[in-house]
């Protein structure tokens, strides 16, 4: 029995674990105060550290997501990164039939949703990666430092673009759902 089909399910736990950090990370944002300022209430407090901490339980989620996708042998790179020639005419098919008021089936294998999804996780990672870089740099003492600062103006900049595709996949899942695709089913159910 293949490594993939003996544990089918871990992807979807892991999509529902991003799904659930990524999605409190960023109201989090909304709340918390930045570790440098002096007036914080004790909710901006509480909320920062709840961010910190929960953006490294997202980290690990990310890590586990990658070390997963390199072990099974059903999901393929070129699926989340559709970069090759066939790939790239598959994704552009897909956003012209779009353009046309037609979406894409629902296969597994479609390759706009696994571009979109592989972008999704870069992008998770990149801020997973930044936000642990300003946790250590914070407690080794060096908010100071340039590299806490690039740190800081790259994870901000990603937040950003992270809420635009957190609301894009969600009002995707949505639409998908209502021209009878049975998306949000697919995507919360967790046993069988």
Wanted: aromatic fraction near 12%; glycine fraction near 10%; charged fraction near 10%.
């Amino acid at each position: 029995m293949s490594f993939a089909s003996k544990w089918s399910q871990p992807i979807r736990w892991l999509h529902l674990g991003l799904f659930l950090t990524i999605t409190a990370q960023l109201f989090l944002s909304l709340v918390m105060a930045g570790p440098d300022d002096k007036h914080q209430s004790f909710l901006e407090h509480s909320t920062l550290i709840t961010h910190e901490y929960v953006g490294l339980v997202a980290a690990t989620i990310i890590l586990a997501h990658w070390l997963y996708l390199a072990l099974a042998e059903r999901i393929t790179f070129e699926h989340l990164f559709p970069w090759s020639a066939a790939g790239i005419r598959s994704v552009i098919s897909e956003v012209s039939g779009l353009l046309r008021g037609r979406l894409p089936d629902d296969n597994e294998q479609a390759g706009l949703a696994g571009f979109i999804h592989g972008l999704g996780l870069l992008l998770a990672t990149a801020m997973g990666f930044t936000g642990t870089v300003m946790y250590f740099l914070l407690q080794a003492g060096q908010m100071e430092s340039t590299r806490y600062g690039i740190a800081v103006y790259i994870h901000g900049t990603l937040a950003n673009v992270m809420w635009a595709y957190w609301i894009g996949h969600g009002l995707m899942a949505i639409m998908h759902q209502l021209l009878g695709h049975d998306t949000l089913r697919g995507i919360f159910r967790l046993g069988r």
